[in-house]
C-alpha cells in the first residue's frame, strides 16, 4: 500500500489534523506493512553488527528490469541487484557493478574465455590464449607449445635416444638396467618371436632352428659342421653348396653309355623300346613304332602327291595341295572385326582383304558367339557359298578356298551387325 501520512493540522489543537483514534490507524498501517516486508508479519529483521538478520521469510527484493536502471554502485557499495531483463544477478563493489554467475550460464561469460570467436568442438579443451590473454577452446598439443604435457615424437620422450643418426635398421628394446628405451643392432635373442623356442632346450655349438611342428627350436646342422654331406639328409636343403653335385659324399655313378644301364647294343636299323618288364631294350623298327608318316595316328596321308603340305584341319594333319593362310578375328564390341595374323603388322580393324585363286584361307572367328562371320556376294547381299565351308559361323573356323571362277570382288559381313565388315579383293 501506499505510505499513511497523519495530518496533525497547522496550529496545536486546531480541530484541523487527523484524531488520535485515525492518526493510530495510519501508524498500525504503517508498521504492518513494514513488518510484512523486513519481516514475517509478526517479528520485523533485527538489525545486529551493521547487518540485516531476517526472521523468517525475506521479504526484501532488490529486483530492476535492466542494467540501467540500477542506482549508483559507488553511493550504494555492497548492494546486491537482481537484473530481470538479463536474468541475472549483480554486486556493486569499486564502484562498478560486477555480473554474477549461476549454474545455468555458460563459462563463455567469464571476462578471460572466448567460446564466441571459434565456437568448441567435441574433444576439445580451453587452451590459453597469451597473445590475448584469454582462454579458447582448441585441440590439447601431444607436446608443449600449445597445451598438453606429451612429446610429439619418439626422440622426444624422456627415457628415449634423443637422435636416429648412427641406428639406420636398428632395434627399440628395453636398456640393461629395464628403465628406458634404447637402440640395439638385433633384439637380443630370437628366443623373443613367438614360435622359437631356445629355452626347453638351449642350443649348442654347430646347431640350426629346426622346425618341430609347433616351434623353431635348435637341433644338429645337418652338414655335421662342413665337409661334404650325405645325399640321404639334404631334404629341403637348397644352397648353392648342397645343389653342387660334386659336394656330396655319396655321390652316385652316372653311367657314362647304354652297356652302363644294362641293355646290350641292337642291330642296325633297330630303336629303343621297352621291354614290358620295366626295362629297355632294342627291336626292330616295325614292331615298335611308325614306319612312315601316314602309319602315325594323328596323319592321314593316303596317297601324297609332289607339292603337297601337311595341313592340320583342326582334329589331324591332312595333305593339303596349294598353300594355307590362317586368320584370327576378335571384336570391337559391335563396330568392327580385329584381324591379326599373316599380313597384318598388328591387329587391324575391318581391314580390305587380298585372296588368290587357288589359295585356302581359314578365318578363325573368336569374336565372341554374337558375330556370325559370312562371305558375301556384296554388301548386305546373299551368301556366297562356293569353296567355303562352315560360312555365317559365330565361332570356329570357316574355310575358303577360292575358286578359279571367283568373281573379283566379295564382301565379308556379320550377319547380326552390318558395320562390322569391309571388301574381299580376289586378285589373281
Known amino acids: 500500500m501506499a505510505r499513511q501520512l497523519i495530518n496533525d493540522g497547522i496550529l496545536p489543537n486546531d480541530g484541523q489534523g487527523d484524531t488520535l483514534r485515525q492518526g493510530a490507524s495510519k501508524i498500525n498501517n504503517n508498521f504492518q506493512e513494514l513488518y510484512q516486508t523486513l519481516g514475517n508479519g509478526t517479528q520485523i529483521t533485527l538489525i545486529e553488527n551493521n547487518l540485516l538478520n531476517v526472521t523468517g521469510a525475506n521479504k526484501v527484493t532488490f529486483l ?26 549483480y554486486y556493486a563493489h569499486a564502484g562498478a557493478w560486477v555480473k554474477l554467475l549461476d549454474t545455468n550460464k555458460s563459462i563463455g561469460l567469464l571476462a578471460d574465455v572466448d567460446v564466441a570467436t571459434a565456437a568448441p568442438q567435441d574433444g576439445q579443451a580451453l587452451v590459453w590464449d597469451n597473445g590475448n590473454a584469454t582462454w579458447k577452446p582448441g585441440t590439447v598439443q601431444a607436446g608443449g607449445g600449445g597445451g598438453g604435457g606429451g612429446a610429439t615424437n619418439f626422440l622426444g620422450l624422456t627415457d628415449t635416444p634423443s637422435s636416429f643418426t648412427g641406428n639406420a635398421n636398428y632395434f627399440v628394446t628395453v636398456n640393461g638396467q629395464s628403465n628406458a628405451i634404447t637402440f640395439t643392432a638385433s633384439p637380443g635373442s630370437v628366443n623373443v618371436l613367438s614360435d622359437v ?53 655319396n655321390k652316385p655313378t652316372i653311367p657314362t653309355e647304354l652297356q652302363d644301364l644294362g641293355i646290350v647294343d641292337g642291330s642296325a636299323d633297330q630303336v629303343l623300346t621297352t621291354d614290358g618288364a620295366g626295362g629297355f631294350t632294342f627291336a626292330d623298327a616295325a614292331s615298335g613304332g611308325a614306319t612312315t608318316l601316314g602309319a602315325l595316328t594323328d596323319v592321314t596321308v593316303a596317297s601324297p602327291s609332289q607339292g603337297d603340305v601337311l595341313y592340320y584341319n583342326g582334329t589331324g594333319w591332312v595333305a593339303q595341295n596349294g598353300p594355307v593362310i590362317r586368320w584370327t578375328m576378335t571384336a ?34 573368336n569374336s565372341g558367339g554374337s558375330h556370325p562371320f559370312e562371305i558375301r556376294t556384296g554388301f548386305n547381299g546373299s551368301a556366297y557359298s562356293s569353296g567355303v565351308s562352315n560360312n555365317g559361323a559365330n565361332s570356329g573356323a570357316i574355310t575358303f578356298t577360292v575358286p578359279m571362277n571367283a568373281p573379283s570382288t566379295l564382301y565379308y559381313q556379320c550377319t547380326s551387325h552390318q558395320n562390322m565388315g569391309n571388301t574381299i579383293n580376289i586378285v589373281a
Open 64 to 89: 530492476y528490469n535492466a542494467l540501467a536502471d540500477l542506482p549508483s554502485a559507488s553511493t550504494y557499495h555492497g548492494m546486491f541487484a537482481h537484473v530481470h531483463g538479463e536474468n541475472a544477478s
Open 197 to 249: 623356442d631356445t629355452v626347453t632346450t638351449p642350443p649348442t655349438a654347430g646347431q640350426v632352428l629346426k622346425w618341430n611342428g609347433n616351434n623353431w627350436v635348435p637341433a644338429n646342422d645337418a652338414t655335421s659342421g662342413g665337409g661334404s654331406s650325405d645325399a640321404d639328409t639334404l631334404d629341403g636343403l637348397d644352397s648353392t653348396y648342397f645343389l653342387n653335385y660334386n659336394n656330396l659324399s
Open 332 to 365: 570391337n564390341a559391335s563396330s568392327d572385326y580385329v584381324f591379326s595374323g599373316p599380313g597384318f603388322v598388328s591387329a587391324t580393324n575391318d581391314p580390305t582383304l587380298y585372296l588368290s585363286r587357288g589359295h585356302t584361307y581359314i578365318f578363325v572367328n
